[in-house]
Each structure stands twice: as structure tokens, then as C-alpha cells.
């Protein structure tokens, strides 16, 4: 793996696991050295950051991890549900069925005591019915406008997990989706990826902490 490539994972990794939390500076020697390789790397990497939303221009153009804020999650919900419920519509007509009977019944097998939610995906089978829906609509435009959305939304999901009734919740919500999807019925598999949006919006709105305060510069450490 190239450098560059290892320095944007290790720092995409620790902005959505919190290590980094929203406000910490980006300098590029500090950075560097942290992560034990030279700058040109992590100027890549966090060009690449940067792109992605993870990362922004804090004072003096130095690089900082970007902040949340409830009206930057509200503005991100807006675009989600305008894809989403367009990409549910679409798969409802475009589907392949075995794909789907095959979701709908891990669905309803639920996450299991076992289950442990990862940080990147907390829901139960979200990623997997994310991308039957990819497959499904076959427009690499949607899908790439879609995959790119999921890096923006990665630290709020980060906090889903720690309210099991939510995930709960969720997969009772992911269900009704997969069976619209296996109906045909294309309004209502937007509706419900609708309500969907709307629950996992209020989740976050209440349990990513960076909301509840207004997030001040720090510095990575060395």
C-alpha cells in the first residue's frame, strides 16, 4: 500500500472514531511525524480528506478535522433522502428478486445476541442492503453521489450503535423497505426509506456529542 494511501486510512479512521475529534489542527509536519512518514503523503491524504468533507481549512490554511453542527447534519439528511428515496424507487423496479427474499429473510432472523455493530455501520445489514440497491438501480452516477454521501455521514453513524433500541428500530425499518423493494412498489419503498431517514436523523441530532456543545480548535497530538 502507498503511503499516501496509509496515511488517508489511518486519518480517515481516527476523524470517524472520534480520535480526532472535530476542530483538531492538521499540520502537516505534526501529522507526519505522528503517523511516521513525510509530508507529501499526508498532503495527499488530507487532500483527499478534504474532498470527502472530513476535513477542512482551519486558521492560517493549516488543515483541521471539520466541524459538525446540527445544521451541517440537517443540510447532509436533506441530500440523503433526495438519493435515497429516489435509489429506493428505482431498485423497486429494478430489483433482483432472489438478492432481496434473500435480505428479507436475514431480516427477519434479526442481529442475534451475538451481533456487534461496527462503527462505520452500526444498523444491522445495513451495508448489505445498501449495496443490493446499488446494484439494483445500475446508474454509477446515483451510486457514486451515494457511496460518497456514506463517507460525510461515517462519524455521525459512529454514534448509532450505543442505542440498541435504535437498532432495533432500524432493522424493523430496513425490513419494510426490502419488502416494498420486493413488491414493486416503488412509492413505497421511498416512503419508508423516508421515515427511515427521518428516525436515524432525530438518533444523531441526540447522541453525537459534538452537537450538543460548539466544538473549539485543538491540536493532534504528537
Known sequence: MRASDTAYQRLKDDIIQWHLEPGTLLGEIETAQRLGVSRTPVREALSRLT??????????????????????????????????????????????TAVFEGLRERFLEGPGADHKPQAERPYFLADKLDEAIDAAIGNPYLVGA???????LARYRRNAHTNPVRLEQATREHLLIVEAILAGNATLAAQATAVHLHQSLQNILSTVPALQREPEPTVAAV
Open 146 to 152: 451515494l457511496r460518497d454521501l456514506r463517507g460525510h
Open 51 to 96: 474532498a470527502e468533507g472530513l476535513v477542512a481549512t482551519g486558521s492560517g490554511r493549516t488543515a483541521m478535522v471539520a466541524l459538525v453542527s446540527t445544521a451541517d447534519v440537517m443540510q447532509l439528511f436533506e441530500y440523503r433522502e433526495a438519493l435515497e428515496t429516489q435509489a429506493a424507487r428505482l431498485a423497486a423496479g429494478r430489483r433482483d
